[in-house]
C-alpha cells in the first residue's frame, strides 16, 4: 500500500515539467514573501524563510525570483498582501484533508474549496477535525542514484535525522524534526549529495484505507486542490495499492 509520501514525491516529480513550473515558483515566492514579511528578510535569524528558500533553491528556482519574493515581503516592493489559512475536511474514501493557503481573498478560497470537495464526494470540515492526525517532519529527498542507503545514512545521522524511508523507487526520504532540517540539507550537500526536495510538511500518524475503485477519484480531487492558485499544499493521510499510484503516475 502506497500513501501521502509516495504521492507527494510523484507530485514533486510532475512540477518538474515546464507547464507546471512556473506554478510551483508562484507558489514558492509566496511562501517566501510571507517568512520575510513575518520574520524579516535575513534568512540567518528567520529560520521560516531559511527554509523557504532552501525549498525554492531544491526546486531550481533562479535566485533573482527568490530575492525579488524577499523584498515583496520586507515591503521594498509592492505587491499583493497575502493570509495564511488552513482547512480540514474529508475526502472520498473517508481519508483526512489538510490544506494550507495562502490567499488575497479568503472568501473566493472558502467558495473554492468547499465546492470542489463537495463535487468529489468530500466535505470540509470543523477547526482541529483532522489536525490531530498529523506531525510536522522536515523532508529531504535525494536521488537514489546518487547514494546507497547507507552512504545516505551515515552522511545524515550527525545532523539530526530521524530516519531514511525507501519505499519510493527514485529516491530516499530523509525524515527529522523541523529544527534541523537546515543542518540535515547542508550535511547531504557538504557531502555532494544536492537534494531533490526539501520542505517541512505534516505526516500523516494514522492512515485511511482506500478501495481501488474510489482511489481515482481522491487523486483526482488531490490533484485538482493542487492546482488551486491559493493552496500551497495537500495532506492527506490516504493508503492506497502501489498498483493504482503507479497508473496514475504512468499517466501524468
Known sequence: MA??????????????????????????????????????????????????????????????????????????????????????????????????????NRQRTTSELRNLLKNSGGNLGETNSVMWMFEQKGVVTVPKAAADEETIFLTVADAGAEDVLGDDEEVWEVRCAPRDLQAVTQALRDAGLEPDRTEVTMIPTTTQPVSDDVAPKLLRLLDALDGLDDVQHVYSNFEISDTILDQIEGAS
Open 3 to 104: 500513501g501521502h509520501s509516495k504521492w507527494a514525491n510523484i507530485v514533486h516529480r510532475k512540477t518538474r515539467q515546464d507547464a507546471k513550473r512556473s506554478a510551483q515558483f508562484a507558489k514558492l515566492s509566496r511562501l517566501i514573501i510571507i517568512a520575510a514579511r513575518n520574520g524579516g528578510g535575513d534568512p540567518d535569524k528567520n529560520i521560516r524563510l531559511r527554509m523557504a528558500i532552501e525549498a525554492a533553491r531544491a526546486a531550481s528556482m533562479p535566485m533573482d525570483n527568490i530575492d525579488h519574493a524577499i523584498k515583496r515581503g520586507t515591503g521594498q516592493l509592492e505587491g499583493v498582501i497575502y493570509e495564511e489559512s488552513s482547512y480540514e475536511g474529508y475526502g472520498p474514501g473517508g481519508s483526512a484533508l489538510l490544506i494550507e493557503v495562502l490567499t488575497d
